[in-house]
């Protein structure tokens, strides 16, 4: 049983670089899409952004260039990098597994909510 | 504003039938599969209906899926209040994912 975990910061300053990591358990990272979604209080989810484990990404045009998405297959982690953060970024942030051709995400890190506030 | 529009609510009584619909464009559904998320209160949203209509292991015959064109139809039979919850799509949009905008279910 495939399992994700999200770590990171509970609380970052406005204007730095928000930054979480994602463990995968019970499988290899390699294959698939590894996707982080985000969901501010009382709104839908967004989609950030993925990468696949060769290390080619894609993310959310939204975000412009604030996001990086990077890959350590040596510890079948992924992490996120969000930089220049303000409050709007509050959110609980997900890390998923993304099927490739289809886009459904399988599995579900249970979140990590992440507070920009001075 | 979401590309994928869902009724922000719906509700039904236990035991009865409600449908949800999410309608795109041929960017997105109309040419991409569609899949469906339950998010319970406080949880993470959960896989409940993946390329159009097929079932993750687990999920009961309960939930349904179907598309047509470029819109898609989550079905619910014999309600349970444990169904409560918000129900999300998701489909392809030219590379980029998208959710809908979601739709609340009450069971009354």
């Known amino acids: 049983q495939v399992q994700l975990q999200e770590s990171g910061p509970g609380l970052v300053k406005p204007s730095e670089t928000l930054s979480l990591t994602c463990t995968v358990s019970?499988?290899?990272?390699?294959?698939?899409?590894w996707s982080w979604i985000r969901q501010p209080p009382g709104k839908g989810p967004e989609w950030i952004g993925y990468?696949?484990?060769?290390?080619?990404?894609n993310h959310n045009p939204s975000l412009k260039s604030r996001v990086t998405i990077s890959v350590d297959t040596s510890k079948n982690q992924f992490s996120l990098k969000l930089s220049s953060v303000t409050a709007a970024d509050t959110a609980v942030y997900y890390c998923?597994?993304?099927?490739?051709?289809?886009?459904?995400?399988?599995?579900w890190g249970q979140g990590t909510l992440v507070t920009v506030s001075s | 504003q979401s590309v994928l529009t869902q009724p922000p609510s719906v509700s039904a009584a236990p035991g009865q039938k409600v449908t949800i619909s999410c309608s795109g464009s041929s960017s997105n559904i109309g040419n991409n599969y569609v899949s469906w998320y339950q998010q319970l209160p406080g949880t993470a949203p959960k896989l409940l209906i993946y390329?159009?209509?097929k079932r993750p292991s687990g999920i009961p015959d309960r939930f349904s899926g179907s598309k047509s064109g470029t819109s898609a139809t989550l079905g619910i039979t014999g309600l349970q209040t444990g169904d409560e919850a918000d129900y999300y799509c998701?489909?392809?949009?030219?590379?980029?994912?998208?959710f809908g905008g979601g739709t609340k279910l009450t069971v009354l």
């Open positions: 998701g489909t392809w949009d030219s590379s980029f994912w998208v």
């Open positions: 998923a597994r993304q099927v490739a051709v289809t886009g459904s995400l399988d599995y």
């Open positions: 019970g499988g290899s990272i390699s294959s698939y899409y």
């Open positions: 390329d159009n209509n």
């Open positions: 990468i696949y484990y060769s290390g080619s990404t």
